[in-house]
């Protein structure tokens, strides 16, 4: 090789599961139980960039995190590092010294941790796509790779409608994502993220689903009996574009998902009385618009993931800002992402809900679905 320094940048997107991941079957591997599916959200709102160097001089591997040193030899970091140079080698699909050289990684994510979004989807995606890129790996399937440092990071390797197919074998190698849909296919479903002021510790997902396969015997009737045929609505209604079965199955998956969450002993308590009146309050909202025009979902945390269509979005926002009273309503820091110019007379209409307590919510985030990962250098 003719230089001794070589350098990449890339992006990747969030993604929000529809139909949730929850229990793995090898821990190590990051091999789950069911099938899952997600939309992928656009990385203009939402998204980790990572800056990836390797340079023949370097004498050590560095990983800086949001500006924090991280421990190179985390297990998950590790075994994505490993897995891309074994199979760049494999191929033969750079220079073997390449593979010799140390690299130094600097990641961000351009959204604050305090969002309680997980960022670890993003992330390792964004990782393991960077490293493709400089071990020339551009065509190789890598979600699988994603995969081992985060269960949902394989879905984030694609953009639009992302199924991750469980897979069988025991190596995990049919344990990957693939495209349902590009985002072009239904560019009008927009997304509205309730940040919920919180501040308890959840217990983290990874250690919250171990416990799940341990001990609650909803999961299994789950997995056996709800999921294939979730699967099967969630990828008819994506190609339909019909947001009304799309919100059902996504409002019911959510919720089964953290029936599964409080039939785990102890149990795992993720959303909070906001989230439980969030949902409450957008079945009563679907009803009284006499159709379905948004759906909530919830990860292992309070915040509430809202989707809908795009020419419903200033009416629901008008709605939730009459529900959730903010001193900072009018500010672009309150309504991030998409500027909304939302007409404030429809609040009027919804002067028969009752508000809720001034400030509930930290910020809102509108977004939409998206690309996924990409080179910016
Ligand atoms: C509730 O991918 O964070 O967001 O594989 O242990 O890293 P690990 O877990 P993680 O779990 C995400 C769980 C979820 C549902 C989902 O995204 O499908």
């Not at 059902?248 to 906001?274: G, R």
Request: aromatic share 8%; proline share 4%; with cysteine.
């Amino acid at each position: 090789m003719d230089s001794t320094q070589l350098s990449v940048t890339c992006i990747a997107p969030v993604n929000i599961a529809v139909i949730k991941y929850w229990g793995k079957r090898n821990e190590s591997l990051i091999l789950p139980i069911n099938d899952s599916l997600s939309v992928t959200l656009s990385t203009a709102d939402l998204c980790s960039k990572t800056k990836i160097i390797a340079d023949a001089k370097f004498t050590d591997n560095v990983m800086i995190l949001n500006g924090k040193e991280e421990n190179f030899e985390n297990e998950r970091i590790q075994r994505c590092v490993k897995e891309i140079k074994a199979r760049a080698a494999e191929l033969g699909s750079c220079p073997k010294e390449l593979l010799e050289w140390k690299i130094h990684i600097e990641s961000e994510n351009n959204f604050p941790t305090a969002a309680g979004l997980a960022s670890s989807a993003s992330g390792y995606a964004c990782l393991v796509y960077s490293l493709a890129q400089l071990y020339d790996l551009k065509k190789q399937e890598i979600s699988d790779i994603a995969r081992m440092g985060s269960g949902s990071a394989c879905r984030s390797i694609y953009g639009g409608f992302v199924q991750w197919q469980k897979g069988i074998q025991l190596d995990g190698k049919d344990s990957i994502a693939f495209q349902v849909a590009p985002a072009s296919h239904w560019p009008d479903l927009h997304v509205l993220i309730l940040v919920v002021n919180d501040s308890k510790k959840k217990i983290g997902s990874t250690s919250g689903m171990a416990r799940s396969v341990v001990t609650s015997e909803l999961i299994k009737y789950r997995v056996e009996k709800c999921v294939p045929q979730r699967i099967h609505s969630m990828t008819q209604a994506i190609k339909d574009r019909d947001f009304s079965k799309f919100a059902e199955v996504t409002m019911k998956d959510s919720n089964q998902f953290h029936a599964i969450c409080l039939d785990t002993f102890p149990p795992c308590v993720y959303m909070n009385d906001v989230s439980h009146e969030i949902v409450n309050y957008i079945h009563e909202f679907n009803r009284t618009e006499g159709e379905t025009k948004v759906a909530y979902t919830f990860d292992a945390g309070p915040n509430a993931c809202l989707y809908l269509l795009e020419k419903n979005v200033k009416r629901v926002l008008s709605f939730v800002n009459h529900i959730f009273p903010n001193d900072n309503q009018k500010s672009a820091e309150y309504v991030r992402g998409i500027p909304v110019e939302y007409e404030s007379e429809d609040v009027n209409e919804f002067q028969n809900y009752p508000q809720y307590e001034k400030n509930t919510l930290k910020y809102i985030i509108h977004t939409k679905v998206g690309e996924g990962p990409s080179r910016v250098d």
